[in-house]
T-cell receptor
Framework: DTGVSQDPRHKITKRGQNVTFRCDPISEHNRLYWYRQTLGQGPEFLTY????????KSRLLSDRFSAERPKGSFSTLEIQRTEQGDSAMYLCASSLASGRRNTIYFGEGSWLTVV | GQQVMQIPQYQHVQEGEDFTTYCNSS?????IQWYKQRPGGHPVFLIQLVKSGEVKKQKRLTFQFGEAKKNSSLHITATQTTDVGTYFC???????????FGAGTILRVKS
């Protein structure tokens, strides 16, 4: 499978614990995005990278959230001191930006439940 | 802030009826993308529209991008039960790089 892959697919954690999600984008894609989606809502933008540079972060991304893409390939999203409100599906997406065409492909998501 | 509004929120149709969902942006878009998400699944890319007034068809699905590049629509002709899911539009703002999603339209098809 050459699509966007995410790991783990499901994570249940206790409030206050740290969690980390990993995303492997489509191999030739230079942009990588993180989104969050809760039930009944559309995905909300969190942050994106162009190669290894983090170019934009949403105000939704509190200081408990940190994302990295150290070598411009895979990315990690870490949530520290999780809260129940962090329960959501965390979606990673990637694209190969070229002019106005920037088709963005999503992974299957990582479901987080904070208990 | 940048907003993408999508209506209706929910539509329940009889199999064979048509379905349309509409998307409006508060600002001019560079491009718009449409996604379908099944319950428990992830957004699956359907199409991207870039040009003003562009119309694209995929079998029973017709996608339009408005002349002002601020609105778009998805029309499904003769719905089938396999069309059920949530349809999202998502726009990339001019001079922007991220997708801003609408809230989605949930389609249910009664056979």
């Amino acid at each position: 499978d050459t699509g966007v892959s995410q790991d783990p697919r499901h994570k249940i954690t206790k409030r206050g614990q740290n969690v980390t999600f990993r995303c492997d984008p489509i191999s030739e894609h230079n942009r990588l995005y993180w989104y969050r989606q809760t039930l009944g809502q559309g995905p909300e933008f969190l942050t994106y990278f162009q190669n290894e540079a983090q170019l934009e972060k949403s105000r939704l991304l509190s200081d408990r959230f940190s994302a990295e893409r150290p070598k411009g390939s895979f990315s990690t999203l870490e949530i520290q001191r999780t809260e129940q409100g962090d329960s959501a599906m965390y979606l990673c997406a990637s694209s190969l930006a070229s002019g106005r065409r920037n088709t963005i492909y999503f992974g299957e998501g990582s479901w987080l439940t904070v208990v | 802030g940048q907003q993408v509004m999508q209506i209706p929120q929910y539509q329940h149709v009889q199999e064979g009826e048509d379905f349309t969902t509409y998307c409006n942006s508060s600002t001019t878009l560079s491009n718009i993308q449409w996604y379908k998400q099944r319950p428990g699944g992830h957004p699956v890319f359907l199409i991207q529209l870039v040009k003003s007034g562009e119309v694209k068809k995929q079998k029973r699905l017709t996608f339009q991008f408005g002349e002002a590049k601020k609105n778009s629509s998805l029309h499904i002709t003769a719905t089938q039960t396999t069309d059920v899911g949530t349809y999202f539009c998502a726009g990339v703002m001019e001079y922007g790089n991220k997708l801003v999603f609408g809230a989605g339209t949930i389609l249910r098809v009664k056979s």
